[in-house]
């Protein structure tokens, strides 16, 4: 079992920044992907960004030049620096974990954390 608890959500202003947390605990050494996805009301769920055990990166291109995802080298905790945020960047945010990797959902989720972007 691998057990994920995001942390950093909050409002902000539009423009501003943020920095979402993943602590991850558990069967980490089962893991080599990593990833944010977030969710706003009436809308589908969408994966924002992923990392690899070995650093690779992947983004949506709704964020990408915007947001960083990064990790520690213990691969315990996962970041997501978003910048220059948008009010439709707002929604609640999930840490997802995966054993491998596949489009339709980590194997892993955390409880999520909300984020709000006003204009």
């Known amino acids: 079992q691998v057990y994920l608890v995001e942390s950093g959500g909050g409002l902000v202003q539009a423009g501003g920044s943020l920095r979402l947390s993943c602590a991850a605990s558990g069967r980490m050494f089962s893991i080599n992907v990593m990833g944010w996805y977030r969710q706003a009301p009436g809308k589908q769920r969408e994966l924002v960004a992923t990392?690899?055990?070995?650093?690779?990166?992947n983004y949506a291109g709704s964020v990408e030049g915007r947001f960083t995802i990064s990790r520690d080298n213990a691969w315990n905790t996962v970041y997501l620096q978003m910048n220059s945020l948008k009010p439709e960047d707002s929604g609640s945010y999930y840490c997802?974990?995966?054993?491998?990797?596949?489009?339709?959902?980590?194997?892993?989720w955390g409880q999520g954390t909300q984020v709000t972007v006003s204009s």
């Open positions: 997802a974990a995966w054993v491998t990797y596949r489009l339709d959902g980590g194997d892993y």
């Open positions: 990392i690899t055990r070995g650093g690779s990166t």
